[in-house]
């Protein structure tokens, strides 16, 4: 079988493309074109190489992984280690995922004039069962990416917060709200909302239960230690939502607020904390609302 250079040449930088696309599609990197066909081609030769020569070095497990590496590089120039490892990782599944579909596709069709030498196919039908391959790979990891991209997506609308006041602590689950924009309008720091039975363990009870005589200013029958250590600390926020365009939500400025999300710890000391006084969800897979503006 005649074995042309150009064709094996072609077939390889067809497929890295696609493969480079692919990992810059899935890293979320702006392709750049000249340097997607760089690496390719650097790709390609290296095949045609490892395909020709007779000595083994060409074929080894670590000359793969430094080409990998100069290829990633070489196309899209991560700025740190750690971009460089994750941009490497995913070049190597979708490599393996088109690659999977590539050997399938030969196991199907079973071409009679194809060769692998040196781990380089070579023959006929590469050309058609690698942009087949491409196709078919392309369709598992999209949607492979759109099904654990709905699961992590749900799953980083929640964050963990810890809300220090009065020297209690309270840890619980917030949901991240793009509408919860409310602030004091006096000393215009941020509210994060709270279900006021999750506030039991951090404030008294006489406070959590009498939000709306708190608000019309009755603090009649409440202890003076009660007075004197809390009350100080009350705001009255002001909110709009929907079927309550005038609302009034007592808040207290809390000591600290620790958010823990996605592996970022951020600290927040002129927070207030607003008093729901229902509960934000029926089956409590949350307790507080917080806003972009404290992340």
Do not use: W
Not at 23 to 33: E, F, H, I, N, R
């Amino acid at each position: 079988m005649t074995i042309y250079i150009d064709i094996v040449l072609i077939e390889n930088l067809i497929m890295n493309y696609i493969i480079l696309y692919g990992t810059g599609v899935l890293a979320k990197v702006p392709p750049k074109q000249v340097r997607i066909i760089i690496a390719s081609l650097i790709g390609a030769t290296y095949a045609i190489i490892a395909y020709m020569s007779k000595l083994k070095i060409y074929s080894t497990f670590i000359l793969k992984i430094i080409l990998s590496i100069i290829i990633v590089y070489i196309a899209f120039n991560p700025k740190n280690i750690k971009k460089m490892l994750k941009q490497l990782v995913l070049f190597y599944l979708v490599s393996f995922v088109f690659g999977g579909a590539a050997f399938f596709l030969i196991y199907v069709v079973k071409p009679q004039e194809i060769i692998m030498r040196n781990g380089v196919f070579v023959g006929t039908y590469p050309l058609k069962i690698a942009i087949l391959g491409a196709i078919v790979g392309f369709i598992i990891i999209v949607l492979t990416y759109k099904i654990i991209s709905n699961k992590l997506s749900k799953k980083s609308l929640f964050c963990k917060i810890k809300i220090k006041l009065c020297n209690n602590e309270l840890n619980t689950t917030a949901l991240i709200d793009t509408g919860n924009l409310l602030k004091d309008p006096i000393s215009n720091m941020p509210v994060i909302v709270v279900e006021h039975t999750a506030l039991y363990d951090i404030l008294p009870k006489q406070i959590l239960n009498n939000l709306e005589n708190i608000l019309g200013g009755d603090l009649e029958g409440f202890p003076d230690e009660i007075k004197e250590k809390y009350v100080s600390k009350l705001k009255v926020i002001p909110f709009s939502s929907l079927g309550k365009q005038n609302g009034m939500l007592l808040g207290i400025k809390a000591d600290e607020i620790n958010i823990e999300r996605e592996e970022e710890n951020i600290t927040k000391d002129n927070v207030i904390v607003g008093i729901y006084d229902k509960s934000l969800t029926k089956r409590g897979e949350y307790r507080a609302l917080i806003g972009m503006n404290l992340l």
